[in-house]
C-alpha cells in the first residue's frame, strides 16, 4: 500500500509540476508522457527501486489502464473539431486507415522477422500491435497554441482523424496475429474481427446519439453547466466502453464512433467547452500510465533480444511509416513536407501497449512481444517528445511562414 501511494504521490506532484509549467513544456524538446516515463524508470527496480509491481499483475494492470486511457482521449479526439468540418478529410483518413495500416502493420512485422530473428507469426502479431497511431502521444503534436500556429488546419485534422480510428480498427490485425501464434482457426479470427468492428460501430452510434439528444434536451432547459456537459462526455466515454465490454466487442472504437455521434447531435458551441477533455488528458491523465510503463520496461529483455534491440526501434521509427505515407502521397492530397510531417509523427504509445497486453491475456505467452513492443513504445516516446516542438518549427520554416 505504501507504493501506491507513493505512486499517487508522485503522479500528483508531476501533474502539479507541468501544470505550473505547462505554456513553456509545449515550446521545449520534452513532453509529459516522456516526463513520466522517466519518472517511472528513475523510481522503479532498475534505479532507485522505489516501486515495483509484480509480473502477474502487470498485463491486466496496463491493459485495464490503457483501455480506460483510450476512451478518454478518444472522446476527446472525436470532440476536437465539428463533425462537418472532418467531411474533406474522409477520403485520406480512409485510405490511412485502411491501405495505409495494412501496410504499416506488413513493413513493422518484416522489420521484426529480418532484425529480431522472431517467427513469422509473431512478428505479424507485433507488426499489428504497433501499427496504429497513438492518439495521446499524436494529439500533443496537434494541439495547443504551438501546434495552432505553426501547422494547417489540414493537417493536424487528418493525424487526429486518423489516430482516432486506427486503434479501434487494429482489433481486426491483431485478432488474426494471436491466431496465428497460438494456432487457432484465421477463419474464427476474422469472422470475430468483424463482428467487433460491426457490432462496436452500431452500440458507439446508439449511444453517442442518444446520449447527444438528452443534452441538447438538457440544454434547451438549461439545466446543464458547461462544467456538467463535460464531465457529461468523461462518463459517456466510461458507459460506452462498459457497454461495449458487456457484448463483447470493439469497445476503443466504440468510443470513438460515439463520440463523433454525439458531436454530430449536439451543437457546435455546446460541443466547444467540452472538447478541452483531450489537452487535460494529454497532460495529466497520461502520466499514470507512462509512470507505470517506466516502472515496468524489460530492460534484461531487451538485452536478450542482441544487437537488434539497438536497431529494431530505431528501422521502425524510420520505415514504419514515412515509406507509406510517402508513397500514398497523390491520393492523400499531401504536399511533400505534409508527407514526411505525418509520415514522422505517427507515435507509437498507449494503443500499442493496450493490444500489447490485451495479446498476453489472450494466450499469447512469448516475452520477446512484451519486449519488442516496449521497446519501440519507449523509443516513440522519447523520439516523438523530443522532435515535436522543433519539428512544428521546422514545417513552418519549410513552409516559408
Not at 504497433?130 to 487528418?158: C, F, M, N, W, Y
Amino acid at each position: 500500500m505504501d507504493q501506491l501511494h507513493l505512486a499517487y504521490a508522485l503522479v500528483g506532484s508531476l501533474a502539479v509540476a507541468l501544470a505550473a509549467l505547462s505554456s513553456r513544456i509545449r515550446d521545449l524538446p520534452l513532453s509529459e508522457p516522456l516526463l513520466a516515463l522517466l519518472l517511472g524508470v528513475l523510481v522503479g527496480p532498475q534505479l532507485l527501486g522505489l516501486i515495483e509491481v509484480s509480473e502477474a499483475t502487470r498485463p491486466t494492470l496496463l491493459s485495464e489502464m490503457g483501455r480506460v486511457l483510450l476512451a478518454i482521449s478518444l472522446i476527446g479526439v472525436a470532440l476536437r473539431y465539428p463533425v462537418r468540418r472532418l467531411r474533406p478529410i474522409l477520403t485520406p483518413t480512409t485510405l490511412l486507415v485502411t491501405v495505409g495500416m495494412v501496410g504499416m502493420a506488413a513493413l513493422s512485422a518484416g522489420l521484426a522477422w529480418l532484425l529480431l530473428g522472431v517467427p513469422m507469426a509473431l512478428a505479424a502479431l507485433l507488426g499489428a500491435c504497433i501499427a496504429p497511431t497513438d492518439p495521446v502521444l499524436a494529439s500533443s503534436v496537434v494541439t495547443g497554441k504551438p501546434a495552432e500556429e505553426h501547422l494547417p488546419a489540414r493537417t493536424r485534422q487528418l493525424l487526429s482523424a486518423e489516430s482516432g480510428t486506427n486503434d479501434g480498427l487494429a482489433l481486426p490485425l491483431v485478432l488474426l496475429g494471436i491466431a496465428l501464434v497460438v494456432g487457432e482457426s484465421m477463419g474464427h479470427a476474422a469472422l470475430d474481427g468483424v463482428y467487433q468492428v460491426v457490432v462496436g460501430t452500431a452500440i458507439g452510434a446508439a449511444a453517442g446519439f442518444v446520449a447527444g439528444r438528452a443534452v441538447t434536451f438538457a440544454l434547451r432547459r438549461s439545466d446543464v453547466s458547461e462544467g456538467a456537459s463535460l464531465i457529461f462526455t468523461l462518463v459517456l466515454a466510461i458507459a460506452v466502453l462498459g457497454l461495449a465490454r458487456v457484448a463483447n466487442t470493439d469497445g476503443v472504437l466504440a468510443v470513438f464512433v460515439a463520440g463523433l455521434a454525439y458531436n454530430a447531435v449536439v451543437a457546435n458551441d455546446e460541443v466547444g467547452p467540452q472538447n478541452t477533455i483531450d489537452e487535460g488528458v494529454n497532460r495529466y491523465v497520461v502520466l499514470p500510465l507512462f509512470l507505470l510503463l517506466g516502472i515496468e520496461l524489460p530492460w534484461s529483455e531487451w538485452v536478450d533480444l542482441g544487437w537488434g534491440a539497438v536497431v529494431f526501434p530505431v528501422a521502425v521509427l524510420l520505415l514504419r511509416r514515412l515509406p507509406v505515407v510517402l508513397a500514398l502521397i497523390r491520393p492523400l492530397g499531401l504536399r511533400l513536407r505534409d508527407a514526411v510531417f505525418l509520415g514522422w509523427f505517427g507515435p507509437i504509445g498507449v494503443s500499442a501497449v493496450f493490444y500489447l497486453t490485451f495479446s498476453a491475456e489472450e494466450g499469447v505467452a512469448d516475452p520477446r512481444l512484451w519486449a519488442a513492443g516496449s521497446l519501440v513504445v519507449a523509443a516513440s516516446t522519447l523520439a516523438h517528445g523530443v522532435s515535436s516542438a522543433p519539428g512544428r518549427r521546422l514545417y513552418r520554416r519549410a513552409a516559408g511562414d
